[in-house]
């Protein structure tokens, strides 16, 4: 595995003054972590910040808004990223979930303050703010239109919202523990949802009901992924013909991230098991990169990458930190991932 270099995550704002300072660690795994440290000398000609480093570390190219660090003595470089842009004023408290919708103009997010806020994605205004669940809210997506929100929240309640005028145009009641993810189907017609309870349930937005339990694992769930199944799967057979008001689920697999350690596939439409994997610790998110490769994150701080077609041991295991894995994000040929450090 190879070493990791990290900065401390404000290092932009310590090196935005003159003889700010960021700390810096390169860690190999089975050898002692190496710490350092960047420190701003002012300003050159051009604008753009005099960097120096510690000994064992080395500033390479610096602009205002990158800094490239390497650390010779592990053969590791990074190149840092300063944020784009930052709002400090949507939410009191840390951020739970958020989402941006389909066009990029607005966002959702949910916050420990108890608020669940819609905002303007340019700008960080707020725009609406969505009061209905009682406790937490854990998760929010907008739907492809980007004009409705779906999330879920400890109170054990599936809404759905207006994001024009913040009402809430729905109601799902059935789980009997706190709703932890949630997934959209298609265009949204329906919907899926998984609990602390145990349950991942499939609900039709129409009728305001539940079409069926898709699974029940004896052991919360954490995280779901609903993707386009490669062919050569075999998907199962539904015991009896799927309902009318089931939209879009022919073909599909869903991902259940497990606390009790295991990630299972499950077919959507016919509610049969695909696969059962099980990991080092608790699951706690999953998404597809294909239609046959998959990425799951645990407490313990794995990263697993599976082929749905052959699950019995993993492409690969990265494992940068013993943080635990908190969400995964495909992007372009890679992804984005996020820790609890």
Known sequence: MAATLRIQS??????SKDEGEAWLSCRSPGKPTLYGSVTRRGLGSDGVPDIA????????????????????HENVSTKFLAPYTSFSRIHQKSIICLDISSGGGLGVSTSTDGTMKIWQAANGE????????????????????????????????????????????????????????????????????CSRDGTARL??????ACLGIIADCGSPVNGIAVGTADNSLNLGTPEKP?????????????LLAREDKKLQG??????????????????????????????????????????VRNTNAPIQVIHRSGAPVLSLLPYRDGFIASQGN
């Open 10 to 15: 404000d290092w932009s704002r310590a090196l």
């Open 53 to 72: 480093a510690s000994e064992g570390f080395v500033v390479g190219e610096v602009t205002k808004k990158s800094i490239l660090i390497s650390c010779p």
């Open 126 to 193: 707020i725009r609406r703010l969505l009061e209905g669940h009682v406790y937490d809210v854990n998760c929010c997506r907008f739907f492809p239109s980007g004009l409705v929100v779906l999330s879920g929240g400890m109170d054990a309640q599936l809404k759905i919202w207006s994001a024009e005028d913040a009402s809430c145009v729905v109601t799902f009641k059935g789980h009997k523990g706190g709703i932890l993810d949630t997934a959209v189907v298609d265009r949204g017609r329906n919907v899926l949802s």
């Open 203 to 208: 609900w039709d937005c129409g009728k305001s």
């Open 242 to 254: 799927p309902s009318e008001r089931e939209v879009g689920t022919e073909g599909k697999i869903l």
């Open 266 to 307: 499950v077919g959507l439409q016919s509610r049969q098991p695909v696969f059962l994997f099980v990991g080092s610790d608790a699951f706690n998110c999953c998404t597809f990169l294909s239609s046959t490769y998959i990425l799951a994150g645990t407490q313990d701080g794995n990263i697993y990458q599976l082929d």
